[in-house]
């Protein structure tokens, strides 16, 4: 652009030194995301809708909360597994997110959908799963569309407060929800032996799904407080003096 | 020097010297009485006796606050302070261990784990009447020799060039260390372990394999031992020398690395076990690292360093 052939060649505001820090995804990158990031918000809006004219249809429990997972399944399948690109986004550098702990992230999301929900009816027909719909989508859909707007160069106040303060509320209610699936899962996995390999066999290994997933719930134990300590020390960051700052926004 | 005039009086003057805290900024203490014969060490020694919790060897003194460590060694006159600013800034490092000792407790798990379940105890395999393949024993033998070489070797060949570690480094090393052994000591002594395909066609040869990569590594620990003279820290290129499994020298800076991670290969082909696999990649990742380190300090030292040389991958990295 004409622009940068200035910026270039020395022009008004100088030529850019090698210490500044990374500028930013360029216009395609840009154009990429700011699509990511509509089709993503716009479909965890569709798994709200799903889920809440599921509920408004069976009001009653169990079908209240025990349908929910048949309604909302192929929306949330969609729509969870491609925030797998988040991890390409972040390794490709056009967005300034760690790339271990963003696969960690969605990671275990798509494992929750992929490895507990999706093999077995009795985690899908659990109370778990509401509530794991219930604070993801809401997660995601400020999540996404605060993302969205920040591509544009507007940072809604709002949406920001929004998102480092729902998540006090949210976050132990996602995490007791998948904590429940997982457990519901546990008894079937060690019936049925998905993804699970006995000895003997040439590899001289065994692997029991139903004790990995033991052991992915004892290991919410020293993560979640980590994580979630992480978002308290992120809110106080962002939000916590910035109120004078909002204004100007 | 009483009596004399000296011209010079940088030598016969005294100093102060504040110490600072490297965090803090804030003054710890103020050290009189430092003449530009002191050393570092005498400097640690001298604040260790007002603060008896910062023992010399957790002590890291620097120009600044994120600065290099300076080294014992360096005398105040060297380090050219400014008689308007003489502070210096003190990090803790932590409570130290010894490297012998951290190396001596990591070493001897392994054995025992090892051991443990070679004995096949019923509390962890059940009663089982299942016979040992002799590849099982063999494995014993080989694990055993490895973990006790490399205990007699902390005791008798290495030189350090550090005295000690972090506390917190033992905890991070042995969990490595003996959960790997567990794990893999766990599958290889199972009742229900199967010999790798093809039998001894594969068992002896890497056998060969694993015994030649040891005998490699201790010739190369053994080079390094005699590189260095009894009691100093310095530091030379090493060669080839006599003995041919030192050759490697000439294709990789840490030779000893690259015969390890062969030894680990050759057990994992002879067991045919997945943990003995994971296991070998990531020892070889962790030396990669360790491997690069020392080499980029190499060359950084020795400006003659031969440019063939790789970390350790002969001809690849």
């Known amino acids: ?249 | 020097v009483q009596g004399c005039q000296s011209d010079d009086h940088r030598i016969t003057s005294r100093m102060e010297i504040e110490i600072l805290h490297a965090r803090t900024g804030k003054q710890l203490i103020c050290l009189d009485h430092v003449d530009n014969y002191s050393t570092v060490l005498d400097l640690k020694k001298w604040i260790h006796k007002e603060f008896p919790k910062y023992h010399p060897v957790r002590q890291s003194l620097r120009l600044e606050p994120k600065g290099r460590s300076l080294s014992d060694e360096e005398t105040v006159h060297s380090l050219e302070l400014k008689p308007s600013g003489r502070k210096l800034y003190l990090r803790d490092l932590g409570p130290q261990i010894g490297w012998r000792t951290v190396f001596l407790v990591e070493y001897s798990g392994p054995i025992a784990a090892y051991m443990l379940f070679y004995l096949r105890p019923a509390f962890i395999y059940g009663v089982t009447k299942a016979k040992m393949e002799p590849v099982v024993h063999i494995a014993c033998a080989c694990w055993m020799f490895h973990y006790v070489k490399r205990l007699l070797e902390t005791l008798f060949v290495h030189r350090f060039s550090h005295g000690t570690m972090p506390i917190r480094n033992l905890f991070k090393n042995c969990s490595y260390y003996w959960g790997f052994a567990a794990f893999v000591a766990y599958y290889i002594n199972h009742p229900l372990y199967t010999r790798p395909m093809y039998d001894h066609l594969l068992e002896y040869p890497a056998l060969a394999g694993f015994v030649i990569n040891e005998l490699g590594n201790l010739s190369i620990h053994l080079a390094l031992m005699d590189l260095r003279p009894p009691g100093t820290k310095k530091r030379s290129i090493p060669y080839p020398t006599g003995n041919p499994f030192t050759a490697l020298f000439s294709l990789v800076s840490c030779p000893n690395y690259t015969y390890e991670v062969g030894s680990w290969i050759c057990f994992t082909i002879m067991t045919q076990c997945f943990p003995a696999l994971l296991f070998t990649v990531a020892g070889f990742y962790q030396m990669a690292v360790w491997a690069a380190g020392k080499h980029r300090n190499y060359l950084r030292e020795f400006s003659n360093y031969p440019k063939s040389r790789k970390p350790i991958v002969p001809f690849l990295f």
């Open chain 1, 1 to 249: 652009s004409l622009k940068r052939n200035i910026m270039a060649a020395g022009g008004k505001d100088g030529p850019k030194s090698p210490s500044r820090p990374r500028a930013g995804p360029g216009p395609l990158a840009r154009s990429w995301l700011v699509l990511y990031n509509i089709v993503l918000t716009a479909g965890w809006i569709a798994v709200t809708y799903v889920s809440l004219l599921h509920v408004m249809n069976n009001s009653t429990p169990p079908t209240v909360y025990s349908g929910i997972y048949d309604s909302a399944e192929v929306v949330l399948k969609v729509f969870q597994s491609l925030a797998v690109l988040e991890i390409v986004h972040a390794a490709l550098g056009i967005v300034p997110s760690n790339v271990l702990l963003t696969s960690f992230q969605v990671f275990s999301r798509v494992f929750l959908v992929w490895g507990v929900l999706h093999p077995f009816k009795e985690a899908q027909t659990n109370l778990g799963v509401s509530l794991c719909l219930g604070a993801w989508s809401i997660t995601e859909i400020i999540r996404y569309s605060f993302y969205t707007f920040a591509l544009l160069n507007m940072k809604p106040y709002v949406l920001q407060w929004c998102r480092y303060t729902f998540f006090i509320v949210l976050y132990p209610i996602g995490v007791t929800g998948e904590l429940l699936a997982i457990y519901c899962a546990l008894a079937p996995a060690a019936e049925q032996k998905p993804f699970t390999l006995e000895l003997p066999n040439p590899y001289n290994y065994s692997f029991y799904y139903h004790y990995f997933l033991v052991v992915i719930m004892l290991s919410y134990i020293p993560i979640f407080p980590q994580l979630f300590f992480h978002m308290v020390h992120q809110r106080r960051k962002i939000i916590g003096g910035g109120a004078k700052q909002a204004k100007k926004d």
